[in-house]
């Protein structure tokens, strides 16, 4: 019993590792861990109330919502909101930035960028989803309402960020910058236990993860990338094998854990690929990072981007450190678009 590090303890003994600690981060970290409690709990009564399925409208990014989409996403904003360490947030499912205009809000340092559930078409058939989150400090004075320059800045300025993962057991794993630490929900206790310190993914992988059911639309180095996964080498343990959940999230985590490459390349249909560069590749990326792996669009590192908009989509290859380096060399070997 003594041996259980729980979440809130961890952060605490880790908040001087912070660069401007002074534990205002500490209790954003804390409305995320509440909300993320809370979502849980809805999400584990998915089939029993009426809680699937779609809400009848589409977001910003005419992709159909779903009530948990946005149900996560008013939790999300009322903890943010309610811990006055946040001056606004913005979120796959809200058109604009939202700003909280509450004085203590205004004198806040972080703004927060989330996509409050991912993979949630996975959500009526019982298969694993998350919740993703990015934090940056403004750039914009305190005391004022934030500007859109809080929240176009480049993924290198993160200064934590995570996700949760709902899936066969409930984890939220995060970094501010000093390795990735992950914690397991006991549902009996209702808290967040230590269970994977320091995680790393291992240089070399063998699962490759690409929905290829767009493979005619795919980059020319990205289906070379896929034949060559494919190839039967057993000295070089391919064939690779294929696991594609359709959950960012749960993709990733497993990925992280086993050591694997995630793709959402551009297609022929949706040249920027389909994933979102503020609130799901940038936050992905940040992690990878201190777990010793790399995020690209396919050319260069994807924290280095500067964003030019909210819902900017961008190509997305991330997990282990070779395998990234690897298609990023097919794709310079094979530069046609199709
Ligand atoms: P979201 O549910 O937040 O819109 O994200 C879905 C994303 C991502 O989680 C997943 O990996 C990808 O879309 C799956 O897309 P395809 O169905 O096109 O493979
Ligand atoms: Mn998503
Ligand atoms: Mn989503």
Redesign the pocket.
Known sequence: MSDIRTLGEFIVEKQTDFPHASGELSSLLGSIKLAAKIVNREINKAGLVDITGSVGGENIQG?DQQKL?VYANDKFKAALEARDQVCGVAS?EEDEAVAFNKELNLNAKYVVLM?P??????IDVNVS??TIFSIYRRVSPEGTPPTEEDFLQPGHRQVAAGYIIYGSSTMLVYTTGNGVHGFTYDPSLGVFCLSHENMQIPEDGQIYSI?E??YIRFPMGVKKYIKHCQEDVPDDNRPYTSR??????A?FHRNLLKGGI?M?PSTATHPNG??RLLY?CNPMAFLIEQAGGLASDGKKRIMDIKPTELHQRVPFFVGSTNMVHNVETFIEEFPEQH
């Open positions: 992709e989409d796959e996509d559930l991912d993979g949630s078409s996975n989803v998350g929905n059911g767009n594609y959940i359709g959950s960012l999230v993709d995630y959402y389909k994933l799901e």
